[in-house]
């Protein structure tokens, strides 16, 4: 089972990017799946979360209205868009897969909810 992030980079305040995660094996049946961040210094932050089904959508309260979560199952890829991004996004993404419950709904927050872990895509937001 593996999560492997990719589509970070060096960007400008203001820019866009799109962040991918693709997993591979049985993981992505069934299973919601999330984005965190950690920025330097910081403890990890929920950015978004999507379920199984891809018709639920979660997002942590900084992200809302900028941040779009969405899956392909077909490709077994989910994906998070980032807009009008701010310095402060600056920060290592991480996706990660959890088995959609109704636990798992209730908590997409918390990275305790989550088995599957990928190693991280960095974003970097310049002035």
């Known amino acids: 089972v593996q999560l492997q992030a990719s589509g970070g980079g060096l960007v400008q305040a203001g820019d866009s990017l799109r962040l991918s995660c693709a997993v591979s094996?049985?993981?992505?049946?069934?299973?919601?799946l999330g984005w965190f961040r950690q920025a330097p210094g910081k403890e990890r932050e929920f950015v978004a979360a999507i379920s199984w089904t891809g018709r639920r959508t979660y997002y942590g309260n900084s992200m809302k209205g900028r941040f779009t979560i969405s899956r392909d199952n077909a490709k077994n890829t989910v994906y998070l868009q980032l807009n009008s991004l701010k310095l402060e996004d600056t920060a290592v993404y991480y996706c990660a897969a959890g088995l959609d419950t109704s636990d798992w709904r209730m908590s997409t927050w918390d990275s305790r909810t989550y088995d599957y872990w990928g190693q991280g895509t960095e974003v970097t937001v310049s002035s």
């Open positions: 094996g049985r993981t992505f049946d069934r299973h919601g």
